[in-house]
């Protein structure tokens, strides 16, 4: 009698691994969310406060009240914390939008996947940076 060389079926258990496990579980995503949403009412409360003051500065200031001259610097003082505060007040701005799009990739699903590799972004930068949206080496145009 010829042995047969037929093999026994495969298992199924080749199936289950190739399934994707999410990269992280519920209760982490929650207290991401919950840092996202922190900071995001944090910058907001800034980039308020910061275009109010620069809003001010031109407001309170009469025209003619001040000099322009070599002697009185003052002009260019207010001129130049206006700019200050109206660029710390985009900064905080487009923190707030870094944060909506974070807020966006864990409803959808791809919180914590790198943008320019999709590899994941390793847990500790997204502990300390809960909005990062790519993997260090890409951030710092290493890659």
């Known amino acids: 009698m010829a042995k047969s060389s037929t093999k026994p079926a495969a298992k199924k258990t080749a199936a289950k691994s190739t399934a994707k496990k999410p990269l ?3 209760k982490y995503l929650d207290k991401q969310r919950d840092l996202l949403l922190e900071e995001r ?3 907001i409360t800034s980039a308020t406060r910061l275009k109010a003051e620069a809003d001010s500065l031109v407001e309170e200031r009469e ?3 001040v000099q322009f001259d070599e002697e009185s610097g003052e002009g260019d003082t207010l001129a130049v914390e206006r700019e200050r505060d109206l660029a710390l007040s985009a900064h905080a701005r487009a923190a ?4 909506d799009a974070a807020l ?4 959808s699903g791809t919180y914590g996947i790198c943008l320019v590799s999709g590899k994941p972004i390793p847990r500790q930068r997204l502990n300390a ?4 949206a790519e993997r260090v080496e890409h951030k ?3 890659f």
Do not use: E, N
């Open 24 to 26: 992280f579980d519920k």
């Open 96 to 99: 707030v939008d870094q944060i």
């Open 140 to 142: 710092a145009g290493g």
């Open 63 to 65: 025209p003619g009240d």
């Open 104 to 107: 966006a990739r864990i409803d």
């Open 41 to 43: 009412c944090r910058y």
């Open 129 to 132: 940076i809960p909005w990062a």
